[in-house]
């Protein structure tokens, strides 16, 4: 059945029709039979909607009538805590197969990523590896090959939680998030779309297409690290991830650094880019940019380090990230 959402919104002759495909593709999911709490995995509904209008449409039905929804795009995050923190009652709306979602455009000033594409996928991207071979160095790091092949970082952010690794990544490359929402489109800094720790700026009726990022100009290099206690398949203690642009003299014309799980939220930290621009980057000034964001962080103490020890681990990373981003910049002048 096919239904033409845009007229369905405006009248209620076709919203019957949105209703019905709604409760068929309800209808057409079996529930599954996973434990939760010794209890099954049915208390949801799901709809796999093939447009962007069709998911505003879903999106602000359900909320119009009060229901809980939640995008799903790779899962790695929503299942787990749906089985393992909070079953509560919702409609699963998957964003997975829209065209919008997995979309990757480089264009002359801009690249376009889209919000669902997993991180496996990314990563075998060789023209995005170039142009920010740190923001996809930070998608390599979520979880395991077998996590890579869902996890989105699109949903990396959209959890937002203080250690999401690709967050710090997209913000020092200038990310812009596009948001779907009724009028069109909306975007927001990816540095303003977190809010606070799983908090985010979207609206219920909204959600997240992709990421427009603008082309690194010439000498132009980015970089993340994160610590973890084991080698991988774990949360970072801390993050940093740099920007620089180095032009022919060798000198720092434009940094962006940003630190993650040392916050609320990840931070943009100015204090520590303006200690790079007019350098060479060299070790002293590295050396403040990583006391810049040291000073910068609020960590938490808990069973991964205390205070004190994200806070000089997180002014290593940074200073690490730091180095790794200029010999990248400088190698990438014409
Ligand atoms: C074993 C394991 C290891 C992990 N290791 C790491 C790690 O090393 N580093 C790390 O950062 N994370 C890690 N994670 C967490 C998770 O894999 C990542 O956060 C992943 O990027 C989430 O992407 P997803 O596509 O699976 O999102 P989902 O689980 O589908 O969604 C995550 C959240 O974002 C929302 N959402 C997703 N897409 C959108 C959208 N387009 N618009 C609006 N809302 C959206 C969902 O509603 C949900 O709230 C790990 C998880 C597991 C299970």
């Excluded at 799903?72 to 998957?94: E, K, M, N, P, Y």
């Amino acid at each position: 059945m096919k239904i033409d959402v845009d007229e369905s919104v405006s009248s209620s002759a076709t919203m019957t029709d949105l209703d019905n495909w709604y409760s068929i593709k309800l209808q057409l999911n079996p529930p599954l039979l996973f434990p939760v709490s010794g209890e099954y995995m049915s208390n949801f509904g799901y709809v796999a909607p093939t447009t962007v209008e069709e998911t505003l449409a879903v999106l602000q039905r359900a909320t119009d009538q009060g229901q809980r929804t939640q995008i799903l795009a790779g899962g790695t995050d929503v299942i787990v805590q749906f089985r393992s923190l909070d079953s509560s009652h919702r409609l699963f709306v998957d964003i997975k197969s829209l065209k919008e979602t997995n979309d990757v455009r480089i264009d002359k000033e801009h690249i376009f990523v889209g919000a669902a594409i997993a991180s496996g996928v990314l990563n075998e991207n060789a023209e995005l590896k170039a142009l920010f071979p740190g923001l996809l160095e930070a998608a390599d790091l979520i979880g395991s090959t077998q996590i890579q092949g869902r996890a989105s970082i699109g949903g990396n952010l959209c959890n937002s939680s203080p250690a999401g690794d690709t967050i710090p990544a997209l913000i020092v490359n200038s990310a812009l998030c596009v948001i779907a929402t009724n009028e069109g489109t909306r975007t927001v800094p990816t540095e303003n779309f977190v809010t606070g720790v799983g908090r985010n700026c979207l609206a219920a009726h909204e959600f997240l297409l992709g990421f427009q990022i603008p082309r690194p100009s010439a000498g132009t290099g980015d970089a993340y690290l994160r610590f973890i206690p084991r080698t991988e398949m774990d949360i970072a203690v801390a993050g940093a991830a740099v920007s620089l642009t180095i032009n022919q003299d060798g000198i720092c014309e434009r940094a962006r650094v940003s630190i993650g799980a040392v916050a609320p939220t990840p931070l943009l930290v100015s204090s520590a880019a303006e200690t790079l621009v007019g350098t060479t980057a060299d070790e002293d000034a590295l050396q403040q940019a990583a006391q810049a964001c040291s000073d910068a962080a609020q960590p938490i103490t808990d069973k991964r380090g205390t205070v004190e020890y994200r806070r000089k681990v997180v002014g290593v990373l940074c200073r690490r990230a730091g180095a790794i981003a200029r010999d990248r910049a400088l190698s990438n002048r014409n």
